[in-house]
């Protein structure tokens, strides 16, 4: 059975940083290209970054690019998300999962499989 889980995070201030991680049980995360999500309360699943699994392709959402940097440890089959200077804005749930087609862009919640239930970043003072 494969599951994703995600972990690291929190509370934290506005200007303060987190790292998220995600892992697969059951599923050989290093072979796959792997994507953060993130919703916030009444919004839509939006994609936050993307890395292949050669990490010869990354991209970022316009609202968190030089702000999040993306990771991945295919050795330990771990993907990080490191995020600095956060926002209230950046307040949601978090999810990484697998990207097992190709139809759409990077962003494309569809294209993707194995969600986990996800980490909660709360941003305030």
């Known amino acids: 059975q494969v599951q994703f889980v995600e972990s690291g995070g929190g509370l934290v201030q506005p200007g303060g940083s987190l790292r998220l991680s995600c892992t697969a049980s059951?599923?050989?995360?290093?072979?796959?290209?792997i994507g953060w999500f993130r919703q916030a309360p009444g919004k839509e699943r939006e994609g936050v970054s993307y890395?292949?699994?050669?990490?010869?392709?990354?991209y970022y959402a316009d609202s968190v690019k030089g702000r999040f940097t993306i990771s991945r440890d295919n050795a330990k089959g771990t993907v990080y998300l490191q995020m600095s200077s956060l926002k209230p804005d950046d307040t949601a749930v978090y999810y990484c999962?697998?990207?097992?087609?190709?139809?759409?862009?990077?962003?494309?919640?569809?294209?993707?499989?194995?969600w986990g239930q996800g980490t909660q970043v709360t941003v305030s003072s």
């Open positions: 999962a697998a990207r097992t087609v190709y139809r759409g862009t990077w962003r494309a919640t569809v294209d993707y499989r194995y």
């Open positions: 059951g599923f050989t995360l290093a072979t796959y290209d």
């Open positions: 890395i292949s699994a050669s990490r010869a392709s990354i």
